[in-house]
């Protein structure tokens, strides 16, 4: 399991690769202050002004699965 921790940032991802099929679970989270900008206008959809103190939060939260394929091929031939 790996975590990384830095100030308002938060990363998460376990890997299981004791069976055949090998899966992960990968996790990230992030928390941006919007600083006040007298250059900047920040307005939502309807042209309403964020507070100062308003937040912008990351999500991301991912799962990957891993199986491996096996083709055999079998070269034949033909004796007269």
Same mark, same amino acid.
């Given at each position: 399991?790996?975590?990384?921790?830095?100030?308002?940032?938060?990363?998460?991802?376990?890997?299981?690769?004791?069976?055949? !099929? $090998?899966? *992960?679970?990968?996790? +990230?989270? @992030? %928390?941006?202050?919007?600083?006040?900008?007298?250059?900047?206008?920040? !307005? $939502?959809? *309807?042209?309403?002004? +964020?507070? @100062? %103190?308003?937040?912008?939060?990351?999500?991301?939260?991912?799962?990957?699965?891993?199986?491996?394929?096996?083709? +055999?091929?079998?070269?034949?031939?033909?004796?007269?």
């Amino acid at each position: 399991m790996v975590t990384l921790v830095i100030a308002d940032m938060f990363f998460m991802r376990y890997e299981n690769t004791a069976g055949k !099929t $090998d899966w *992960s679970i990968s996790y +990230y989270r @992030n %928390v941006e202050s919007l600083n006040p900008d007298p250059l900047r206008n920040w !307005t $939502d959809e *309807s042209g309403k002004p +964020y507070p @100062n %103190v308003a937040k912008v939060k990351t999500h991301h939260g991912e799962i990957n699965l891993h199986h491996p394929m096996t083709y +055999y091929c079998r070269q034949m031939s033909q004796k007269p």
